[in-house]
């Protein structure tokens, strides 16, 4: 049905938008990616400006993007708008992805460290914005997404694990045990018995945005750069503590909820720090240095 009538109009319309964005939910696909969907199809949509779809307006489109955004995010775009395409039976309209090379280093500018994290909880924490402090800690000793905070409840609490739903998948997450000494005690003094712990007046989950903005609030007086502080990069500096100590990225991908490895080894990129110290202690630059004797080193030549 959604193919004859493409093809007969070759029009992305509202209405089609919204049967589409009706299929994904009734595919169980997570609010935040339906809206994440919608909103790059209806990018296109507003490129094509009301013209018929051809795989030309497609590839020009990609190539406008170019000029505004990274090549991840491109991609992403892409993605949303072939699987739009392939629901309308239409496969022959999508395009190939941009060709990425895998990074291996993190941004030293977006990395936000162990101490930098610190300073954010005893801002807080001096302001007497003890919510704040707690969802920052909960968050980075746990490594659940901010969209996971509704299952940090009272009863999560007392049990010191939380059965966390996400993307259909249900996964435990174990509580430390300072954790639930703090939650405990948050709990109790502010009358809270059963339910989620961090929510709204009305009992409701704390918006993201809200969060973020509050976050952010902590910036100056906390002496962290604002580009660094986000929600989710409280999960990334998790992943990255865990990975130093284990070295196991296979469970790390299961406590993070992640369905592929690849994208956990993301988490745990460094910023090269590390890298050039590595380099360095390797000794394999003698400018204004004495030269090693020939016999001090020996280089084979494997073939």
């Not at 629901?87 to 060709?99: F, G, N, S, T």
């Not at 302001?127 to 707690?134: D, F, G």
Request: with cysteine.
């Amino acid at each position: 049905m959604q193919r004859n009538y493409v093809e007969e109009t070759a029009v992305i319309t509202e209405e089609l938008i919204a049967e589409y964005k009706s299929y994904l939910y009734k595919e169980e696909k997570s609010r935040n990616t339906v809206s994440k969907y919608i909103r790059d199809i209806r990018a296109f949509s507003a490129f094509m400006d009301g013209g018929q779809v051809r795989k030309e307006n497609i590839l020009a489109w990609k190539e406008k993007l170019q000029a505004t955004h990274s090549p991840a995010s491109i991609n992403s775009m892409l993605a949303a708008v072939n699987g739009f395409f392939d629901w309308l039976q239409l496969p022959e309209l999508k395009v190939k992805p941009l060709k990425i090379q895998r990074e291996i280093f993190s941004k030293p500018e977006k990395e936000l460290t162990r101490t930098e994290y610190l300073r954010l909880v005893e801002t807080a924490e001096r302001e007497h914005r003890h919510r704040l402090a707690l969802l920052l800690q909960t968050i980075c000793s746990t490594g659940i997404r901010v969209s996971e905070l509704k299952y940090i409840t009272a009863e999560a609490v007392k049990t010191g694990r939380a059965a966390v739903d996400c993307k259909g998948k249900t996964r435990i997450v174990l509580l430390p045990s300072e954790l639930v000494r703090v939650l405990g005690r948050y709990c109790s003094s502010q009358g809270i018995g059963k339910g989620m712990i961090f929510c709204t007046k009305n009992g409701k989950p704390l918006d993201r945005s809200n969060i973020w903005k509050e976050m952010k609030n902590l910036c100056e007086r906390a002496k962290v750069e604002p580009d660094k502080v986000f929600p989710h990069n409280l999960r990334h500096l998790f992943a990255k503590v865990y990975y130093e100590m284990e070295k196991d990225l296979s469970k790390l991908a299961d406590l993070l909820g992640h369905a592929n490895v690849a994208t956990t080894r993301i988490y745990t990129m460094e910023s090269g720090v590390k890298h050039v110290r590595q380099l360095e202690r390797m000794g394999l630059v003698f400018a204004g240095k004495q030269k090693p004797h020939n016999d001090d080193y020996v280089v084979t030549n494997i073939t």
